[in-house]
């Protein structure tokens, strides 16, 4: 049971350029989401899922884009990078909204953006 | 005001030594309530659950007040391992978790 996994661990990109954050959980849970965390901000939603084929905006998603085709998987992309999207990005998941379950987080991507 | 306060710390406590954390919450329809903790670039990890009735974990003892809307953490006998960033989180049900940004443990030997 690997739980939730995130990659890759580190990236560097250029200004402009576009890539994809993978996150994928084995643990069949419902509810996943993005978050962004910076020095002194603590963790900053991004996007959210709370099922396959249902994804929501979170409190900054602008420059980013989610979708949620299966279950296991919630891929995030950046269109065009920006060095104000330099962070540490975390994936988490839960079994279902509603219930009194915590969340489980990835291990993190470290992106920076020059 | 933000859904979710706590002291940002730090907190320099001697080995050995009880500490106290707290948290206030704004939604009075917070449903579930949580501590988690996170290690210097390392991902946040579920401490533990916080019940009405309050709850206890070895040394790690929780408390809610939903009337003044507040959550402790209280640590007693501070570990040199316990130092790390204490995340108090709230869930208003069938919307994301809210996470506090945190307070910061430094124990000292």
């Known amino acids: 049971n690997a739980g939730v996994t995130q990659t890759p661990k580190f990236q560097v990109l250029k200004t402009g350029q576009s890539m994809t954050l993978q996150c994928a959980q084995d643990m069949n849970h419902e509810y996943m989401s993005w978050y962004r965390q910076d020095p002194g901000m603590g963790l900053r939603l991004i996007h959210y899922?709370?099922?396959?084929?249902?994804?929501d905006q979170g409190e900054v998603p602008n420059g980013y884009n989610v979708s949620r085709s299966t279950t296991e998987d919630f891929p995030l992309r950046l269109l065009s990078a920006a060095p104000s999207q330099t962070s540490v990005y975390f994936c988490?998941?839960?079994?279902?909204?509603?219930?009194?379950?915590?969340?489980?987080f990835g291990s993190g991507t470290r992106l920076t953006v020059v | 005001r933000k859904e979710v306060e706590q002291d940002p710390g730090p907190f320099n406590v001697p080995e050995g030594a009880t500490v106290a954390f707290n948290c206030t919450y704004s939604n009075s329809a917070s449903q579930s309530f949580f501590w988690y903790r996170q290690d210097c670039r390392k991902e946040p990890k579920l401490l533990m659950s916080v019940y009405s009735s309050g709850n206890e974990d070895g040394r790690f003892t929780a408390q809610l007040n939903r009337a003044s809307q507040y959550i402790s953490l209280l640590i007693r006998d501070s570990k040199l391992s316990d130092s790390a960033t204490y995340l108090c989180v709230v869930n208003r049900g069938n919307t994301p978790l809210v996470f506090g940004k945190g307070t910061r443990l430094s124990v000292i030997a």
């Open positions: 899922s709370v099922g396959a084929g249902i994804t």
């Open positions: 988490a998941s839960r079994p279902r909204p509603g219930t009194s379950d915590g969340y489980t």
